[in-house]
């Protein structure tokens, strides 16, 4: 049997949920809980039969799953907006003042400053170059005369995600 094979776990609206290993597949498919969808990630092989193990299962009975929530952080929020500030677009890598940006030349900005009663939200943070964020100072942004680049939101975190090669019979399934 192939261990390192991986199997595409599908709810039973057809909804992926997560890769799972082959020996998790068989338990599955064992107790009865999982139907065959299609494909072959690998062969059990038996002194008398082989056994093919689908590379793609769907679970007989729906599974409510409740949206994950992302975790705020200041490095979660630096990493959503790819070290790039919100108000004039500088980023990691590029040249400002006869230097290289670095990630210690950012940091998170309140748009509705704490001292304010702004929060530590998803939605009231964004990256900014250290430039802008002490041009703006203790104000809102309309107050500081500067406009954003676009709209701070909740990242999005329920996906599957499958490294390296993916087989093609998870394609119809995933967004790839």
């Known amino acids: 049997m192939n261990t390192a094979a991986r199997v595409l776990l599908l709810n039973a609206s057809y909804e992926p949920l997560r890769v799972i290993p082959v020996q ?9 809980v999982v139907e065959s969808v299609e494909g072959v990630a690998a062969r059990l092989h038996t002194p008398s039969t082989v056994f093919e193990i689908p590379s793609v299962l769907r679970l007989r009975y729906y ?38 940006l670095t990630r210690s030349d950012f940091t998170v900005e309140h748009l509705i400053p704490r001292s304010r009663g702004g929060a530590s939200t998803w939605t009231n943070t964004a990256c900014a170059c250290r430039w802008c964020n002490h041009r703006k100072a203790d104000r809102t ?8 680049r676009w709209e701070p939101k909740i990242p999005r975190v329920n996906y599957v995600v499958a490294s390296g090669e993916v087989p093609s019979e998870w394609k119809v399934y995933l967004r790839v």
Do not use: F, Q
Request: some cysteine; aromatic content about 8%.
């Open 24 to 32: 998790k597949a068989v338990g599955l498919m064992m107790r009865g």
């Open 63 to 100: 599974v409510n799953v409740p949206h994950r929530k992302a975790a705020w952080s200041r490095r979660a929020v630096l990493t959503r907006d790819g070290y790039t500030c919100i108000y004039c677009g500088l980023h990691v890598g590029e040249r400002y003042r006869g230097r290289h």
């Open 141 to 148: 942004p309309h107050e500081a005369g500067m406009r954003l």
